[in-house]
């Protein structure tokens, strides 16, 4: 099976920008969920998708949504970029859709903001 | 609400003496904890999971972790390690029950000398 994958890999934009990243999942899996990877704060949460409803939010404003379509594949957008938003930013996809199963990571997307 | 601390920042062992990487996690319902490993500008692998089977936990590339109600730990073993090994690893607790929230400890950087 594939794994999950992410596209673009890597991103440079400017600050007031937007931007938009996918993440097809693991081909079965229904759960699609966000995160983000900075040096300062670590790997925190953003949302997870699961049928193409948003199930749960992390504590990150407005300007970062996301949407799920009927094959499972997410996309998550990030509008007015700011230089703080520069970050790795990983999709986990998963077979159910409860906290007891495993979750996959994707390689990521590197967004860089200037 | 669910956290993950991971007691030491960095780790550094020679090669083929035990890893032992330490993780205390706070949770107000019986959690599934897992541990993750990230390779440098790769994304997370699931070493391990904890879903309230068995305490001891065994995983990939040797690595095994137990669980311990009464101190509220999950500490990460090896018995040898290898080169290969050097690597960050997160301390993952679910942060929401029936959801796929994982809430992930800062990390350990994980140096193994020859």
């Known amino acids: 099976k594939a794994g999950v994958t992410q596209t673009p890999r890597y991103l440079i934009k400017t600050r007031g920008q937007q931007v938009t990243l996918s993440c097809s999942p693991i081909?079965?899996?229904?759960?699609v969920s966000w995160y983000q990877q900075t040096p300062g704060q670590g790997l925190q949460f953003l949302f997870e998708?699961?049928?193409?409803?948003?199930?749960n939010k992390g504590n990150f404003p407005g300007r970062f949504s996301g949407r799920q379509f009927s094959n499972s594949r997410s996309e998550m957008n990030v509008s007015t970029l700011e230089l703080g938003d520069s970050a790795l930013y990983l999709c986990?996809?998963?077979?159910?859709?409860?906290?007891?199963?495993?979750?996959?990571f994707g390689p990521g997307t590197r967004l860089t903001v200037t | 609400a669910q956290s993950v601390t991971q007691l030491d920042s960095h780790v550094s062992v020679s090669e083929g003496t035990p890893v032992l990487l330490r993780c205390n996690y706070s949770?107000?319902?019986?959690?599934?904890l897992f541990w993750y490993v990230q390779h440098p500008n790769k994304g997370l692998q699931l070493l391990l999971k904890?879903?309230?089977?068995?305490?001891l936990v065994k995983g990939i590339n040797g690595f095994e972790a137990e669980f311990k109600k009464s101190e509220t730990s999950f500490h990460l073993t090896k018995p040898s390690a290898h080169m290969s090994d050097a690597a960050e690893y997160f301390c993952?607790?679910?942060?929401?029950?029936?959801?796929?929230?994982?809430?992930f400890g800062a990390g350990t950087r994980l140096a193994v000398h020859p």
């Open positions: 986990a996809s998963s077979s159910a859709g409860t906290g007891t199963y495993e979750q996959y």
């Open positions: 081909s079965g899996h229904r759960s």
């Open positions: 998708y699961f049928s193409e409803t948003q199930r």
């Open positions: 949770s107000s319902y019986s959690p599934s």
């Open positions: 904890y879903t309230s089977a068995a305490t």
């Open positions: 993952v607790v679910s942060g929401s029950r029936g959801y796929n929230k994982l809430i």
